[in-house]
């Protein structure tokens, strides 16, 4: 009989066995957000990148959620929230955050974004400061323009919803790791059926528009935007991010005052699904620190 290694089995019901976890919608000024929560504690939101949704952060409930209240919510043009025919910048992004927090009755967290998130919400704390307690940036996009990344994200993105299966959805999120393997089939099961929906192909191209690089140019991270950050701030990067060299996430901590910079070795874009034990242990150490 053929032996099932333990990563076989991995999902995400198993991940969050025995957590008071919810999923719920939210009227975000119109936008009918969702939002996967659980957790006590001071209020913890994290926000994924760019074609994402709400699983991306299925293994963080557990280890995060004994000490706080984790959102992790389908940003506008993502997941099963609202698509309106807009293209979604920045400050789209950053509404959105705002409304979402308005509705949950949030009025203020701690935010973790990852690649797009990280832009999100390091925009959102500087349009709103006093909003956000301490911030994290994982992966972070807009800390530069690079035209062979964008290319890649929008070529590979547009694809897997253009083209929708399997495979090429298992193409566009495998690019998302290191080990490769530690992709799960049901993982790329839940990114294929939001794919599968009608109105994804348009919706998915107004996600991209931060990939053209006039509209990126109006909204990077520039060393005086970074500069302008409030917050005490984490930047996170891994040894084989897929987007940008660490030497990238470094240059951009070291314009944010005071920021920390943590690496976390052989891991690729996710290393909150990659490496949840160590993504764990560096957000811990800094959200709450002497634990």
């Not at 030497?247 to 314009?255: D, L, Q």
């Amino acid at each position: 009989m053929m032996e099932i290694s333990e990563d076989q089995w991995a999902t995400c019901w198993l991940d969050t066995l025995g957590l008071g976890i919810e999923q719920k919608y939210y009227d975000a000024n119109g936008v009918h957000t969702r939002c996967i929560e659980a957790g006590e504690g001071l209020p913890l939101i994290l926000v994924h990148g760019t074609g994402g949704h709400a699983e991306t952060y299925m293994r963080n409930f557990g280890e995060l959620g004994k000490h706080f209240r984790v959102y992790s919510l389908d940003m506008i043009g993502h997941g099963f929230t609202d698509k309106p025919d807009i293209d979604y910048t920045l400050p789209v992004y950053s509404q959105h955050l705002l409304d979402f927090m308005n509705a949950a009755g949030i009025e203020k967290a701690h935010i973790q974004g990852e690649s797009l998130g990280a832009w999100i919400v390091a925009w959102f704390a500087l349009e709103h400061p006093e909003r956000v307690d301490k911030l994290v940036l994982n992966t972070a996009g807009g800390f530069r323009s690079s035209p062979e990344v964008m290319k890649k994200v929008h070529d590979s993105t547009l694809d897997a919803v253009m083209n929708v299966s399997t495979d090429s959805v298992r193409k566009r999120m495998e690019w998302l790791m290191y080990d490769k393997s530690l992709m799960t089939d049901e993982m790329v099961e839940i990114r294929r059926r939001i794919y599968a929906q009608d109105g994804m192909v348009e919706a998915t191209r107004h996600v991209l528009c931060l990939q053209n690089m006039e509209v990126r140019e109006e909204y990077i991270l520039t060393p005086e935007r970074l500069g302008s950050i409030q917050q005490e701030t984490l930047v996170l990067w891994t040894s084989h991010d897929p987007t940008a060299p660490v030497e990238v996430g470094e240059r951009a901590a070291g314009h944010i005052p005071g920021a920390k910079f943590v690496v976390i070795q052989d891991c690729g874009h996710w290393p909150q699904f990659e490496k949840p034990e160590e993504f764990h242990k560096v957000m811990l150490e800094f959200l709450t620190p002497g634990i």
